[in-house]
């Protein structure tokens, strides 16, 4: 049988001129299929632009929400491009594709919203539904209890979801996260709080002066630098119960292109195997991957436009 092989992006945040140059790279490599695997864009605009660009591609499409996806944008954007053409899917209405030697179930949100309204998690009492909030808003519920459902041969699933399970290696994992989180539990990203305090003290301190002193200074200014495995427990629990041994994620940019066993070890780049969990590597890098399917096997390919 014939080796399928997807295109996955996700994570297209203040970078979107690396977006054209994914996709024509993704051209070069001559994918069947491509996944747009969250945080495709934080505005309609946005939203827009990053599906008018992959549909260049001319191929089989699936979409799906992360973390920053406002439920009235993303359904209003995606509901039109899917009317006009054919080949995209929108997974929220589909989410088990199934082909002759492979499956992919897909879980769109995230359990950490950052603008978003699509949140996943572990819901005893709800189906996938629209609610509305408090303030007025409307959050979509995804469920990670729906796999129990959609898994039927666990040894051809490959599961795609924007955020991944929990593991327990720091060195390795697909979800490690370097974050600050502010004196009132704020979190923010780990990068964007050091670039400030660097650039801050440059004019006085030298980068080896900066290095070290670097978690005294951000302290100062009410953050604490922290180094987790912030992957999904639920999920975890539930690709566990359902032998899910091959999911793609996104979701942590300081995760990109860490690929790995059940265990946390690492699979090389180009290997078939049957246990596989990837980071397909956030587009603002300039990085996407390629995931091939033979059977029930797997293997992956990093693609970096920036260098």
Known sequence: ?????????????????????????????????????????????????????????????????????????????????????????????????????????????????????????????????????????????????????????????????????????????VDYAYFAESATGIVTSGEVIEKAVRREYSSHMNKLQLDRNLDKLAFSHGFTFKRENRGNEELAKSYE?????????GHFHESSHRAHDSNSILVPEGQFTDNLFYNSGAADYGLAGILCVDGNKVAYKNINVKH
């Open 1 to 173: 049988m014939a080796i399928t092989k997807y295109g996955i992006i996700s994570d297209i945040h203040k970078k979107p001129e690396y977006l054209d140059q994914i996709v024509n790279k993704l051209k070069v490599e001559e994918i069947d299929k491509l996944i747009l695997n969250g945080d495709i864009g934080d505005s309609w605009l946005k939203i827009f632009r990053t599906l008018e660009v992959v549909s260049k591609l001319d191929i089989e499409t699936y979409i799906q929400p992360g973390s920053h996806e406002s439920v009235e944008d993303y359904s209003n954007v995606v509901f039109s491009f899917c009317n006009k053409y054919s080949n995209f899917i929108d997974v929220i209405k589909n989410q088990k594709i199934e082909n002759k030697d492979h499956d992919l179930v897909f879980l769109p949100g995230s359990d950490f919203l950052a603008g978003g309204g699509y949140l996943l998690g572990d819901f005893e009492e709800w189906d996938n539904a629209v609610c509305k909030t408090q303030s007025d808003e409307f959050n979509y519920l995804s469920n990670i209890r729906v796999l129990d459902t959609l898994v039927s041969d666990p040894d051809k699933t490959i599961s795609i979801c924007h955020v991944p399970r929990k593991f327990n290696d720091l060195d390795s994992s």
């Open 241 to 249: 119960s359902n032998g899910i041994t091959k999911a793609i994620s």
